[in-house]
């Protein structure tokens, strides 16, 4: 039998690590554009259902265009959507590694800014009596409290993504349907992504020497599910759905309501629409 001439997994991955760093050092201008002509790796041509990424052989990515919407007048904080995220995902059960996360935004009488902290402070972690449990301290309890609210944070899934254009290796890609992805076999592990994101919503996985973050899960939407976030929100605060669809509950939640996203000065463009936040938030 003719030995398969395919280059294994971590010789590609040590190979493309030489030419991104390669990149770095030769400038980004020139090292793109050698990256370029490496065939498959600056640009993604097929969709992940083609390229056997996710088992959606009969999904149509041209015919979707996907959005979220968060609610912060109804979330409580319960953190059930980060609880099902990382059991959907297999994000690693510790208070550092998060594909989706809330934050508590708490105006004190008297204080002008807002005191901000997550499940990862410190606090909060010694209040659930594990790293694997995710809680709010009831560190306010004896405060004068004047206004609070919780924020759910995620990756954005911009129109202009940063993470897309620093990416040496064109492994971070955005989708036809709106959703940029990561393609691990390709990943080298550089982390240019995850400083570039302004939102913090990449994280690095240190076990596998990859970048990580929210693809509002894509293995699930298109399925014609719901990703696992939206369905553990008990109080519906996170919203999902398909732009394409003038009756989808993310279209009927944009229309309704007076949508704000996060850094608009970026120019990044989000797809994330909140409502029920303040400028501390923006």
Same mark, same amino acid.
């Given at each position: 039998?003719k030995?398969?001439?395919k280059?294994?997994l971590? #010789?590609?991955?040590?190979?493309?690590?030489?030419l991104?760093?390669v990149?770095s050092c030769?400038?980004?201008?020139?090292?793109? #554009?050698a990256?370029?002509a490496?065939?498959?790796?600056?640009?993604?041509?097929?969709?992940?259902a083609?390229?056997?990424s996710f088992p959606t052989?009969? %999904?149509?990515w041209t015919? +979707?265009?996907?959005?979220?919407?968060v609610?912060?007048?109804?979330?409580i904080g319960?953190?059930r959507?980060?609880?099902?995220c990382?059991?959907?995902?297999?994000?690693?059960q510790?208070?550092h590694?998060f594909r989706?996360?809330v934050?508590r935004?708490? &105006?004190?009488?008297?204080e002008?800014?807002?005191? /901000?902290d997550?499940?990862?402070?410190?606090v909060?972690?010694?209040a659930?009596?594990?790293?694997?449990?995710?809680r709010?301290?009831n560190?306010y309890?004896?405060?004068k409290v004047?206004?609070?609210f919780?924020?759910?944070?995620?990756?954005?899934q911009?129109? +202009?993504?940063?993470?897309?254009?620093?990416c040496?290796?064109?492994a971070? %890609?955005?989708?036809k349907?709106?959703?940029?992805l990561?393609?691990?076999?390709? @990943?080298?592990?550089?982390r %240019?992504?995850?400083?570039?994101?302004p &939102?913090g919503?990449?994280?690095?996985?240190?076990?596998h020497?990859?970048?990580?973050?929210?693809?509002w899960? %894509? +293995?699930?939407?298109?399925?014609g599910?719901?990703?696992a976030c939206v369905?553990? @929100?008990p /109080?519906?605060?996170?919203i999902?759905?398909?732009?394409m669809?003038?009756?989808?509950?993310i279209?009927?939640f944009?229309?309704?309501?007076?949508?704000q /996203?996060?850094?608009?000065e970026?120019?990044?463009?989000p797809n994330?629409? &909140?409502?029920?936040?303040?400028?501390e938030?923006?």
């Open positions: 039998m030995k398969d001439s280059p294994s971590a #010789a590609r991955r040590d190979f493309l690590g030489k991104g760093r990149a030769t400038g980004a201008v020139a090292g793109i #554009a990256l370029a490496i065939p498959g790796v600056s640009a993604k041509t097929e969709s992940p083609e390229s056997g052989k009969d %999904y149509d015919k +979707h265009q996907w959005a979220f919407g609610d912060a007048f109804k979330c319960c953190l959507c980060v609880e099902a990382k059991r959907e995902n297999n994000v690693m510790d208070a590694h989706t996360w934050e935004y708490v &105006y004190l009488e008297g002008v800014s807002a005191r /901000v997550s499940q990862q402070d410190p909060n972690i010694e659930s009596g594990s790293e694997k449990e995710f709010f301290a560190r309890k004896d405060a004047d206004k609070a919780f924020v759910p944070k995620l990756c954005n911009c129109t +202009h993504p940063p993470c897309v254009q620093v040496p290796v064109g971070t %890609y955005r989708t349907d709106g959703v940029v990561i393609d691990h076999d390709y @990943c080298i592990g550089c %240019y992504c995850v400083q570039a994101c &939102y919503a990449r994280l690095f996985n240190e076990e020497g990859v970048s990580d973050k929210c693809t899960c %894509y +293995h699930r939407i298109t399925k599910m719901q990703p369905e553990a @929100c /109080v519906g605060a996170r999902f759905g398909d732009r669809d003038k009756d989808s509950a279209n009927l944009i229309r309704n309501n007076r949508v /996203v996060l850094r608009p970026t120019g990044n463009a994330v629409f &909140y409502i029920g936040i303040d400028k938030v923006l």
